[in-house]
């Protein structure tokens, strides 16, 4: 009892004497009062200062001062506090048998100053007063005696065979307050200390009363019978031998057994490395156990998880909340993923009455921040984190030390939380460490663990001080509680089960008295778990969990809201582009030095670069803008878990998002891109390769997100997939020259198929050289013309050098260089009459080593050049036709001017020669047994093995597959985007983070 509700007690006790005078019967219960609340020293200092009260006081002034006191005492006292001074007051009043008029009128006149009603006081007053079991008929009061006492109704009853009298328990309504009268003739005691019997005492949370021969009284089993929602169904927990090992074969629980009924609050407590924290995991089915079941009302529920759905609620240690979303946000984004047929108002409604009860309607519009960057206190992040959870008010709640780092009225703020709910029906389990003595008091059962996972108490925790202290027989084994405070310390359980050996020297040692095995093997003799009652049917969720499409939108609006909150993630994403596309545009603004000293497009030898770096820049932003955003909603994720949310719902959300700020993101990159160096025509195109990179990397960023389990990790991962993305483009090496063991000359090697950078920059240099306003119209006619001459300059030379080789060594047929030469002549002037057809070389099948001759060789020196002609032919064909529409193009100066600014500012010299790859000194060369043509790969025509086959040569201008000519860009589209559908596949399958965890067996 503090002081000032002291002083205030003793002023209004002396005020209260009758008719000004204190009568020798009230002073000696004053005293009474005193001694038996104070030491003897400090009873007699308040005695006497009661005693200068009542000299004090004049007739006059009793309404004065008794209006001052009820002043202060509104202005300093608690609710409680305002109860329990009341209570002394009647005491007082009683204490010679009766209440006077004039007492009854002071009494009112203070308990209405002090704002307790009348009601309140009434049932005070009738629980001062009866003496009897009959005098007892209320639903406020409790009995608790033998059943042969008539107990009448709704007065709540607990049987005790062995009580002599009975034990009357008051209950007031409002509050979590008992307070408890032993009328009877045995001593009785509560935690320890002798309880005064015709005496009102209070009976706080944990408490436990006992006698020689009759049972304990625990404060649950009293609570219990108050229920707030007597509405609620029965639940039963019942963990029964609970055995887990680790994969690495370690074992982490033995035998844990636990059986539970509705309303408890039960606490895990250990020292550190006891397996608190995976005896909650087990229990709340994120881990299977080795061994043994747990069942919720007779459902096992790691084998039926659904049958469970929303039964179970989980808090873990670290946060679970949103930080850059308010406090209002975080709870109503979670309403709104529980309860899908609430309406607006009804969840606005919902979420205000949880802040209330969680006393943060304050900082509700307050972002929650992070630890370090702190908005809400720890105290208050701690609730909201159980907000979360007592939105649903799930059936049982696991919640892992929710004390953790707060003050201790932060701690017993939070405790008194999950009390309440327990109060209402639900089960709580809690793991705890180090907590106070109010704290302590609070759990209706304890399970302590010791080191190795041996559990080796469960029970009440009051009683759990005094079975150590009788397991090693101490002089106080008797006393649970401190008897000049009533407090109860929970360390020295943990001082007993770490007793140390000590050695000769009166030093301790590592090694304990007791092992963990010997406590394990003390309390299993003395195991007696609790029978649960025949479970009702488990009560059909609150849940209405939202359909796939609203899930979506809900986490979509979520995370976008928590985007744009964050400022300076929102400022870094937005100007990342736009600034990265200034400094390379601007760098590489390339123009030869000339008397216009002019800029134009046409000369800058910089633009493959441009392309190539712009794709890199794609990649790096999709991977770093998505590298993160799975691990850190991990927690969160796991939470949500035990709602049955759709993962692929939150996955498209995320996607949507990442999508959108890459669309952002490239579509700024490529404007101020295409502006500075002057890109005329091709924007759209650029966004659209630049886009597909981005949303590949997205998804890729995504996977390795997913996948690992630090941050630090995954930024490290990020140059490891770019490195190969630079190596393997085709760009930085050519693939030519790339080592022969992983290429072939005749198309990209098939690690360069892999990179996504290839497919996007070969997009790029395809489409601005084919798709430009200069080249396009020109593009078939030079396609012919370029074709063309790689036959009549490179390739019909190439076979008649073989031909040469085979008529000067016709008597060496048996020379293997001879065979090989005659395959490749005959294999080629096969692909060559199948387009000018078979009727033009009747001597075709004579092209054999059997059948081989000098009328054979001079036949096909005959058709070659006949081929010859005609390829020239054709170019000459297309070339006329090319002159002559440049020709119209440039028919008047107005023409030849928009055809010069035509050339100058959409071709590119420098793309051009790249994808016509005239800069290789190999136009054309031997492979396989065959003529690989390597000028002109973007003229070329796609020569697949089989219907699938679309690998071609690097640049090339179309593809092939499934009976289909494709353009490169598009089909390379589709390739990117291909990549990224198979990468969300494994993604939604966790493929990537199966395969980093998986670990050979022993």
């Given at each position: 009892?503090?002081?000032?509700?002291?002083?205030?007690?003793?002023?209004?006790?002396?005020?209260?004497?009758?008719?000004?005078?204190?009568?020798?019967?009230?002073?000696?219960?004053?005293?009474?009062?005193?001694?038996?609340?104070?030491?003897?020293?400090?009873?007699?200092?308040?005695?006497?200062?009661?005693?200068?009260?009542?000299?004090?006081?004049?007739?006059?002034?009793?309404?004065?001062?008794?209006?001052?006191?009820?002043?202060?005492?509104?202005?300093?006292?608690?609710?409680?506090?305002?109860?329990?001074?009341?209570?002394?007051?009647?005491?007082?009043?009683?204490?010679?048998?009766?209440?006077?008029?004039?007492?009854?009128?002071?009494?009112?006149?203070?308990?209405?100053?002090?704002?307790?009603?009348?009601?309140?006081?009434?049932?005070?007053?009738?629980?001062?007063?009866?003496?009897?079991?009959?005098?007892?008929?209320?639903?406020?009061?409790?009995?608790?005696?033998?059943?042969?006492?008539?107990?009448?109704?709704?007065?709540?009853?607990?049987?005790?065979?062995?009580?002599?009298?009975?034990?009357?328990?008051?209950?007031?309504?409002?509050?979590?307050?008992?307070?408890?009268?032993?009328?009877?003739?045995?001593?009785?005691?509560?935690?320890?200390i002798p309880l005064r019997k015709n005496a009102i005492t209070l009976f706080p949370s944990g408490s436990?009363?006992?006698?020689?021969?009759?049972?304990?009284?625990?404060?649950?089993?009293?609570?219990?019978?108050?229920?707030?929602?007597?509405?609620?169904?029965?639940?039963?927990?019942?963990?029964?031998?609970?055995?887990?090992?680790?994969?690495?074969?370690?074992?982490?629980?033995?035998?844990?057994?636990?059986?539970?009924?509705?309303?408890?609050?039960?606490?895990?407590?250990?020292?550190?490395?006891?397996?608190?924290?995976?005896?909650?995991?087990?229990?709340?089915?994120?881990?299977?156990?080795?061994?043994?079941?747990?069942?919720?009302?007779?459902?096992?529920?790691?084998?039926?998880?659904?049958?469970?759905?929303?039964?179970?609620?989980?808090?873990?240690?670290?946060?679970?909340?949103?930080?850059?979303?308010?406090?209002?946000?975080?709870?109503?984004?979670?309403?709104?993923?529980?309860?899908?047929?609430?309406?607006?108002?009804?969840?606005?409604?919902?979420?205000?009455?949880?802040?209330?009860?969680?006393?943060?309607?304050?900082?509700?519009?307050?972002?929650?921040?992070?630890?370090?960057?702190?908005?809400?206190?720890?105290?208050?992040?701690?609730?909201?984190?159980?907000?979360?959870?007592?939105?649903?008010?799930?059936?049982?709640?696991?919640?892992?030390?929710?004390?953790?780092?707060?003050?201790?009225?932060?701690?017993?703020?939070?405790?008194?939380?999950?009390?309440?709910?327990?109060?209402?029906?639900?089960?709580?389990?809690?793991?705890?460490?180090?907590?106070?003595?109010?704290?302590?008091?609070?759990?209706?059962?304890?399970?302590?663990?010791?080191?190795?996972?041996?559990?080796?108490?469960?029970?009440?925790?009051?009683?759990?001080?005094?079975?150590?202290?009788?397991?090693?027989?101490?002089?106080?084994?008797?006393?649970?509680?401190?008897?000049?405070?009533?407090?109860?310390?929970?360390?020295?359980?943990?001082?007993?089960?770490e007793t140390k050996v000590v050695n000769e020297y009166g030093k301790a040692t590592d090694e304990r008295?007791?092992?963990?095995?010997?406590?394990?093997?003390?309390?299993?003799?003395?195991?007696?778990?609790?029978?649960?009652?025949?479970?009702?049917?488990?009560?059909?969720?609150?849940?209405?969990?939202?359909?796939?499409?609203?899930?979506?939108?809900?986490?979509?609006?979520?995370?976008?809201?928590?985007?744009?909150?964050?400022?300076?993630?929102?400022?870094?994403?937005?100007?990342?582009?736009?600034?990265?596309?200034?400094?390379?545009?601007?760098?590489?603004?390339?123009?030869?030095?000339?008397?216009?000293?002019?800029?134009?497009?046409?000369?800058?030898?910089?633009?493959?670069?441009?392309?190539?770096?712009?794709?890199?820049?794609?990649?790096?932003?999709?991977?770093?803008?998505?590298?993160?955003?799975?691990?850190?909603?991990?927690?969160?994720?796991?939470?949500?878990?035990?709602?049955?949310?759709?993962?692929?719902?939150?996955?498209?959300?995320?996607?949507?998002?990442?999508?959108?700020?890459?669309?952002?993101?490239?579509?700024?990159?490529?404007?101020?891109?295409?502006?500075?160096?002057?890109?005329?025509?091709?924007?759209?195109?650029?966004?659209?390769?630049?886009?597909?990179?981005?949303?590949?990397?997205?998804?890729?960023?995504?996977?390795?997100?997913?996948?690992?389990?630090?941050?630090?990790?995954?930024?490290?991962?990020?140059?490891?997939?770019?490195?190969?993305?630079?190596?393997?483009?085709?760009?930085?090496?050519?693939?030519?020259?790339?080592?022969?063991?992983?290429?072939?000359?005749?198309?990209?090697?098939?690690?360069?198929?892999?990179?996504?950078?290839?497919?996007?920059?070969?997009?790029?240099?395809?489409?601005?050289?084919?798709?430009?306003?200069?080249?396009?119209?020109?593009?078939?006619?030079?396609?012919?013309?370029?074709?063309?001459?790689?036959?009549?300059?490179?390739?019909?030379?190439?076979?008649?050098?073989?031909?040469?080789?085979?008529?000067?060594?016709?008597?060496?047929?048996?020379?293997?260089?001879?065979?090989?030469?005659?395959?490749?002549?005959?294999?080629?002037?096969?692909?060559?009459?199948?387009?000018?057809?078979?009727?033009?070389?009747?001597?075709?099948?004579?092209?054999?080593?059997?059948?081989?001759?000098?009328?054979?060789?001079?036949?096909?020196?005959?058709?070659?050049?006949?081929?010859?002609?005609?390829?020239?032919?054709?170019?000459?064909?297309?070339?006329?036709?090319?002159?002559?529409?440049?020709?119209?193009?440039?028919?008047?100066?107005?023409?030849?001017?928009?055809?010069?600014?035509?050339?100058?500012?959409?071709?590119?010299?420098?793309?051009?020669?790249?994808?016509?790859?005239?800069?290789?000194?190999?136009?054309?060369?031997?492979?396989?047994?065959?003529?690989?043509?390597?000028?002109?790969?973007?003229?070329?025509?796609?020569?697949?093995?089989?219907?699938?086959?679309?690998?071609?040569?690097?640049?090339?201008?179309?593809?092939?597959?499934?009976?289909?000519?494709?353009?490169?860009?598009?089909?390379?589209?589709?390739?990117?985007?291909?990549?990224?559908?198979?990468?969300?596949?494994?993604?939604?399958?966790?493929?990537?983070?199966?395969?980093?965890?998986?670990?050979?067996?022993?």
């Open positions: 009892m503090s002081e000032n509700l002291l002083k205030a007690l003793l002023e209004l006790f002396a005020i209260i004497a009758k008719e000004g005078t204190v009568t020798e019967d009230e002073r000696n219960n004053v005293k009474k009062f005193l001694t038996d609340t104070l030491s003897e020293e400090s009873a007699a200092h308040h005695l006497t200062m009661f005693d200068q009260y009542a000299q004090s006081i004049e007739g006059n002034d009793k309404n004065e001062k008794i209006a001052r006191i009820c002043k202060k005492i509104n202005e300093e006292f608690t609710y409680p506090q305002k109860i329990i001074l009341a209570l002394q007051l009647i005491e007082l009043i009683l204490a010679d048998g009766e209440i006077a008029e004039e007492e009854t009128k002071i009494l009112d006149d203070v308990s209405g100053k002090i704002r307790l009603s009348p009601e309140l006081i009434a049932y005070i007053q009738a629980f001062a007063l009866a003496k009897n079991i009959e005098d007892f008929e209320s639903d406020k009061f409790l009995i608790v005696a033998e059943n042969n006492h008539k107990v009448p109704a709704p007065t709540y009853f607990i049987q005790e065979d062995h009580l002599d009298g009975f034990l009357a328990v008051l209950k007031l309504s409002g509050t979590e307050m008992y307070f408890v009268k032993y009328l009877g003739n045995t001593q009785l005691s509560m935690n320890g436990t009363i006992k006698g020689e021969k009759s049972q304990t009284v625990f404060y649950s089993d009293v609570a219990s019978h108050y229920k707030t929602d007597s509405s609620s169904s029965n639940i039963s927990f019942v963990a029964e031998n609970i055995s887990f090992t680790f994969p690495n074969g370690h074992k982490g629980l033995h035998n844990v057994n636990i059986a539970e009924d509705t309303g408890r609050l039960v606490g895990l407590m250990g020292a550190s490395g006891s397996g608190k924290s995976t005896l909650l995991n087990v229990l709340n089915g994120n881990e299977k156990p080795t061994e043994g079941k747990v069942e919720i009302n007779g459902i096992n529920i790691h084998e039926n998880p659904d049958a469970i759905k929303g039964t179970i609620g989980y808090v873990p240690q670290d946060d679970l909340l949103i930080e850059e979303l308010t406090v209002y946000e975080n709870l109503y984004y979670a309403s709104k993923l529980c309860f899908d047929d609430k309406t607006e108002a009804e969840i606005e409604e919902l979420v205000s009455n949880t802040l209330a009860s969680l006393g943060l309607s304050e900082t509700k519009h307050l972002k929650v921040g992070s630890p370090l960057d702190k908005t809400i206190s720890g105290g208050q992040r701690k609730r909201l984190n159980i907000g979360l959870e007592l939105l649903r008010e799930p059936s049982v709640l696991f919640v892992d030390e929710p004390t953790s780092g707060l003050s201790s009225r932060d701690s017993e703020n939070i405790m008194d939380l999950l009390k309440e709910l327990s109060l209402k029906g639900k089960m709580v389990f809690v793991v705890i460490h180090q907590p106070s003595s109010d704290i302590f008091r609070m759990f209706d059962k304890l399970v302590i663990l010791d080191v190795g996972g041996f559990q080796i108490y469960y029970g009440n925790p009051v009683e759990a001080v005094l079975y150590f202290k009788n397991q090693i027989n101490t002089i106080d084994k008797d006393q649970a509680a401190c008897i000049e405070c009533g407090n109860v310390n929970p360390e020295q359980i943990f001082n007993i089960i008295k007791i092992s963990p095995k010997k406590w394990f093997s003390l309390f299993e003799n003395q195991l007696n778990i609790p029978k649960v009652e025949n479970p009702d049917p488990l009560p059909e969720p609150e849940l209405r969990i939202p359909s796939w499409a609203k899930q979506v939108g809900l986490f979509f609006r979520r995370d976008f809201k928590s985007k744009l909150a964050n400022k300076q993630y929102l400022l870094i994403n937005l100007l990342e582009a736009p600034i990265l596309a200034m400094l390379l545009a601007y760098i590489i603004r390339y123009y030869p030095e000339n008397e216009n000293n002019e800029y134009l497009f046409i000369d800058n030898l910089n633009i493959p670069a441009f392309f190539f770096m712009s794709i890199i820049v794609a990649l790096f932003m999709g991977l770093t803008v998505s590298a993160e955003e799975i691990i850190k909603d991990r927690k969160i994720l796991k939470r949500e878990s035990f709602l049955h949310l759709s993962r692929s719902s939150y996955l498209f959300s995320k996607i949507g998002i990442l999508f959108l700020f890459s669309a952002v993101q490239t579509f700024t990159y490529v404007i101020i891109g295409d502006l500075i160096l002057e890109v005329d025509g091709m924007s759209l195109t650029y966004w659209a390769i630049l886009f597909s990179t981005a949303c590949f990397a997205n998804m890729l960023g995504l996977n390795i997100s997913a996948a690992f389990n630090s941050a630090i990790t995954i930024y490290i991962l990020i140059p490891i997939l770019l490195i190969p993305q630079l190596i393997l483009s085709g760009v930085v090496v050519k693939f030519d020259n790339l080592n022969p063991q992983i290429t072939t000359p005749d198309q990209v090697p098939l690690v360069g198929e892999l990179m996504a950078s290839r497919w996007a920059f070969e997009a790029s240099m395809v489409a601005q050289f084919k798709s430009n306003e200069y080249t396009k119209p020109f593009f078939e006619l030079e396609k012919q013309m370029a074709q063309s001459e790689y036959k009549t300059v490179y390739y019909l030379p190439k076979l008649k050098s073989k031909l040469d080789f085979l008529k000067n060594n016709i008597e060496k047929r048996d020379n293997p260089e001879f065979e090989n030469a005659l395959n490749l002549l005959r294999r080629e002037i096969g692909l060559e009459l199948e387009i000018v057809g078979e009727d033009k070389f009747d001597a075709f099948h004579k092209l054999t080593i059997e059948k081989f001759d000098s009328w054979t060789a001079d036949k096909t020196e005959v058709f070659l050049n006949t081929l010859g002609r005609f390829y020239n032919n054709f170019f000459n064909e297309a070339n006329t036709k090319k002159e002559k529409a440049i020709f119209m193009l440039t028919q008047s100066p107005e023409k030849k001017k928009q055809f010069e600014y035509l050339r100058d500012n959409y071709y590119n010299k420098t793309v051009a020669n790249l994808v016509k790859n005239t800069n290789d000194p190999n136009r054309i060369i031997e492979y396989d047994g065959r003529l690989i043509q390597k000028i002109y790969p973007v003229f070329m025509e796609p020569q697949p093995d089989h219907a699938l086959d679309f690998r071609t040569q690097f640049y090339a201008g179309e593809k092939y597959f499934g009976g289909y000519i494709f353009n490169t860009l598009q089909f390379n589209l589709a390739v990117i985007w291909l990549m990224s559908i198979i990468l969300f596949v494994m993604l939604y399958y966790d493929v990537l983070r199966k395969i980093v965890a998986f670990k050979k067996p022993f």
